[in-house]
Structures are given as structure tokens and as C-alpha cells.
């Protein structure tokens, strides 16, 4: 089997210099990846997780997000040397392209190939259209259909705009704009002080209402805790397609290789199968560290503040309306907090908290479907030739997106929460393996004038280490 084709030589295009509001049109990728890790962890399993446990397991969210922010930056450390996603660096790789194209796929469809979110949102929808939480058993015909519409609405949003990208990127800053400002209201108005010291303490792994340390509560679901850490932050795959989200964002030689347009509003543009790389001059060298200044900006400005407080916001309304210890893993915990609120507080309250839970799983749904649709794309766009013979990229993008569509109806019927604690759990073991390919493909294929510094490194194998242990323990608790 034919490997992929070596870069091509090419200038490193010349970076924005943005100020002020202007870096909200600069960073994309880092509030798409936000957008996904809010829909997953920071409303579903975070809050089961810390009403059953307590807010002291907080520093696993500050751990597994400084990782994955490691991670991310080295993932955009490929893309924007060489305009690839970094499943295409990873098919350049031994054993080879064919071996890693099946290996990435085959993970993006364990992990996120279940639209689960829908089926979650289904539940606030319920909530916001009946006023009451609906029974999983008797309704769940009803469920069903919602859930139904819920992805139909997603594969609509996928088929419009210019860039598909772009459009996610303009709903994920609606998104964390809304959903972090609409908790922050609610967590200032009725969240006691003492929960928000709970909360900030928690981070450090203290139990305040034991006055100790407590990093794993005894007897606790590793299930659950075990999905907690997989999805703080992104999770998995959904980190591994930010390298994607980079390339259409045009970061560094992305703008050199293409994207993917909509079909509705989009034109046909042209994809190249493979990447560049530029020479180490003094000029490419000053434009690498405007670009570099652009990676942080999008990933330590954006995605690691965000996330942190992506998970720290719900959980304080989730643990101060909901009764401590109780088991809220059940198909329709999207309208837990909702009832909750509602029934403590106003029925006003629980409306609009039911409101910001649908549309928080909508778009997540959507991020997964799109970001699945587009990873698998690339990978038979840049591994075969004869895909690329159908001449327009959208032409294989939709046609994934037709396949995704059609399991997607028929795994709508499969419970939510067991698939959102299966896939976390499937992103912590990804996470083991593409940390260290992470790591050699940026010390071993990029140019040594591109490799990442040593804390760095270090950074990696420790990733690998952290999430191999909780998977480990979650292995265990299974035996």
C-alpha cells in the first residue's frame, strides 16, 4: 500500500496580530472543543458525579484539563506546521497509513458514534413542553421522537453556511457566552457562599464539610469517576478533532491546504490530501511564534479557563438543589436540575434552566456528529485515492454524514447515560494511547526546529500515566 505523500515546501503564512474584541473572529477551535466539553462532562456526568461524591473530586477536572490543554497546543503544534490534521501525521507513522486510518476510525466510532446527547436533550425538551419530568419507561416512545428531531435539527445546521466549521464556531460562542453567564447569574443569586468555597477548595482535592483531603471518596462509583475524568474538558477523539477544526480555521499552513464547505451557501473548494512544511528562516521563525502566541491564546485563554469553569458552575446548582449522595444517573437527568430548581425555587427558574440544558446537549450533538462526520472524511480523503477521485470533498462529507444518520436513528433507542459513561471511559483509554503517539510524532516527524520543549514531553507521559491509572481502577471495580 502506497504511504502518504511528503510535505510539500511552502512559506508559513504570514499570522493575524489581533486586539482587543478582534480575538473573538481569531480563536475558533478552542471554544468549538469548549462547546463539546460543557454538552458532555460539565452537565451530565460532572453534576451526577458530584452529587453523589462531593465537590472535592474537582481536582480531577483541574488535572485532566491542564493535560488535555497540554495536548491540545501539541496537537495544533502539527497542524499549524504543516496545515494536517493530526490523524493524517499519525497515519505517516509506523506501521502505516492503512493500520492507523482503521485504528482512529474505529475509536471515533466507540467512543462518539451514539447520539446520546439528543437523546439527553429529548428529556428537557419533555420538561420544557409538559412542565414535568417524563417517565423513562412509559414515555419513552415520546422520548424517542424528540430525540429524533433533536438529531434531524443537527444534520439541517450541518448542511448550511459557507465553512461548516465557521458555523460551529459562531454557535459554540453563543453557546459558552450564554451557558457560562446564565450559571454564573444563577450560581450568584442561589448558591450559598459556603458551596462556592466547597467548590474552589475542591480543587485542591478538599473535603470542606470533612475538613480533609479526599481524592477518592471510599466506596465511590469508579464508573462514574472513571467517566468524570474522561470527559473533563473535551475527552478523547473530541480533542483529537481540534487539529481538524484548525486546518478550516486556516491556522498556519491550513490556510494553504483547504476546507470543507457547506452544501447549502458553500461552494466547491479544493482539499489537498496532504500538508506542507517551511524552511527554518528568521522570517518563518517570527511567523511560528505569531502563531504560537495565537495557539495559547485559543487553548489557555479560552478552552482551560472555560472548562474549569464549564464544570465548576452547573455542579454548585446541582449540589445545592439536589439532595447530596443521591444516584441521578438515569435517562433523564438533563431535566434533574430543572425539576429541581423548579420546585425549590420558581417554576420560572426551571423553565429557563431546562431551556439552557436542550440547547447545551443540541449543540453538543451537534459537535460530536460533525466532528465524527469530518474526521473520518479527512481519513479517506487523504488515505485513498480513489475517494479522492469523487473530486468534491463534500461529496464523501455528506455521504459519512448519511451513514452517521442512519445508526444514529437506530441507536437513539440505546439508554444515554450507560453510552455517555461507556464513551467517557473510551476517551480516557484514547487518551493513554494518543498522548505518546502525540509525543512521538511531534519529536520524531516535525522538523527538530519545531519540537516541543521537554516539560513538555514530560507533560505527555504523565497524561498517558494519569488517565492509565483511573482506567486501571475502573477495570478493577468491573472484575
Given at each position: 500500500?502506497?504511504?502518504?505523500?511528503?510535505?510539500?515546501?511552502?512559506?508559513?503564512?504570514?499570522?493575524?496580530?489581533?486586539?482587543?474584541?478582534?480575538?473573538?473572529?481569531?480563536c475558533g477551535p478552542g471554544v468549538i472543543v469548549l462547546g463539546v466539553s460543557i454538552g458532555s462532562g460539565e452537565f451530565l456526568l460532572g453534576p451526577a458525579t458530584f452529587v453523589r461524591h462531593g465537590l472535592s473530586l474537582l481536582w480531577v477536572t483541574l488535572v485532566a484539563v491542564f493535560f488535555q490543554t497540554v495536548f491540545n497546543t501539541e496537537l495544533m503544534r502539527y497542524t499549524v506546521a504543516t496545515g494536517e490534521p493530526v490523524v493524517t501525521g499519525f497515519m505517516r507513522t509506523r506501521p502505516g497509513k492503512t493500520f492507523?486510518?482503521?485504528?482512529?476510525?474505529?475509536?471515533?466510532?466507540?467512543?462518539?458514534g451514539w447520539p446520546a446527547w439528543a437523546s439527553a436533550a429529548a428529556a428537557a425538551l419533555f420538561f420544557l413542553c409538559v412542565g414535568r419530568m417524563a417517565d423513562p419507561v412509559q414515555e419513552a416512545h415520546v422520548l424517542y421522537g424528540i430525540g429524533i428531531g433533536t438529531f434531524a435539527a443537527c444534520i439541517l445546521v450541518l448542511a448550511l453556511g459557507k465553512r461548516i466549521a465557521r458555523t460551529l464556531e459562531i454557535l459554540n460562542w453563543l453557546l459558552v457566552s450564554v451557558i457560562l453567564g446564565g450559571f454564573l447569574i444563577l450560581g450568584l443569586i442561589y448558591v450559598p457562599g459556603g458551596t462556592w468555597l466547597a467548590a474552589l477548595v475542591g480543587f485542591t482535592g478538599f473535603d470542606l464539610a470533612h475538613g480533609r483531603f479526599t481524592y477518592l471518596?471510599?466506596?465511590?462509583?469508579?464508573?462514574?469517576?472513571?467517566a468524570l475524568v474522561g470527559y473533563s474538558g473535551g475527552g478523547g477523539v473530541l480533542n483529537i478533532t481540534l487539529s481538524n477544526w484548525a486546518r478550516d480555521k486556516g491556522y498556519g499552513m491550513g490556510s494553504r491546504v483547504g476546507h470543507i464547505s457547506g452544501a447549502i451557501g458553500g461552494a466547491k473548494s479544493h482539499l489537498a490530501?496532504?500538508?506542507?512544511?517551511?524552511?527554518?528562516?528568521?522570517?518563518?521563525?517570527?511567523?511560528?511564534?505569531?502563531?504560537?502566541?495565537?495557539?495559547?491564546?485559543?487553548?489557555?485563554?479560552?478552552?482551560f479557563i472555560g472548562a474549569l469553569l464549564g464544570?465548576?458552575?452547573?455542579?454548585?446548582?446541582?449540589?445545592?438543589?439536589?439532595?447530596?449522595?443521591?444516584?441521578?444517573?438515569?435517562?433523564?437527568?438533563?431535566?434533574?436540575?430543572?425539576?429541581?430548581?423548579?420546585?425549590?425555587?420558581?417554576?420560572?427558574?426551571?423553565?429557563?434552566?431546562?431551556?439552557?440544558?436542550a440547547w447545551i446537549l443540541f449543540k453538543t450533538q451537534l459537535d460530536v456528529v460533525e466532528g465524527l462526520t469530518r474526521s473520518v472524511t479527512d481519513i479517506l480523503w487523504t488515505g485513498s485515492a480513489r475517494v479522492r477521485k469523487w473530486g468534491d470533498v463534500r461529496a464523501v462529507y455528506y455521504s459519512v454524514l448519511g451513514a452517521v444518520v442512519v445508526w444514529g436513528v437506530i441507536a437513539l433507542k440505546l439508554p444515554p447515560m450507560a453510552l455517555l459513561q461507556m464513551g467517557?471511559?473510551?476517551?480516557?483509554?484514547?487518551?493513554?494511547?494518543?498522548?505518546?503517539?502525540l509525543l512521538y510524532l511531534n519529536t520524531r516527524v516535525l522538523p527538530k526546529e519545531l519540537r516541543p520543549p521537554m516539560w513538555r514531553r514530560v507533560a505527555l507521559v504523565c497524561m498517558s500515566l494519569f488517565y492509565a491509572f483511573f482506567v486501571t481502577l475502573v477495570v478493577r471495580s468491573l472484575l
Open positions: 500500500m502506497k504511504e502518504l505523500a511528503p510535505w510539500a515546501k511552502a512559506d508559513l503564512p504570514e499570522p493575524p496580530l489581533p486586539r482587543g474584541l478582534q480575538w473573538i473572529g481569531i492507523w486510518a482503521w485504528f482512529y476510525a474505529a475509536l471515533y466510532f466507540l467512543q462518539v471518596p471510599e466506596g465511590a462509583d469508579m464508573l462514574l469517576i472513571g490530501d496532504t500538508g506542507f512544511i517551511f524552511d527554518a528562516s528568521a522570517e518563518n521563525a517570527r511567523r511560528w511564534r505569531g502563531w504560537w502566541r495565537i495557539v495559547r491564546v485559543d487553548q489557555w485563554g479560552i478552552f464544570m465548576m458552575l452547573p455542579a454548585l446548582l446541582y449540589v445545592s438543589f439536589i439532595t447530596p449522595g443521591s444516584n441521578i444517573k438515569s435517562s433523564v437527568i438533563s431535566a434533574v436540575l430543572a425539576n429541581g430548581i423548579g420546585t425549590a425555587a420558581t417554576p420560572v427558574l426551571g423553565v429557563i434552566v431546562a431551556l439552557l440544558g467517557a471511559n473510551i476517551a480516557g483509554m484514547i487518551f493513554i494511547i494518543a498522548s505518546l503517539h
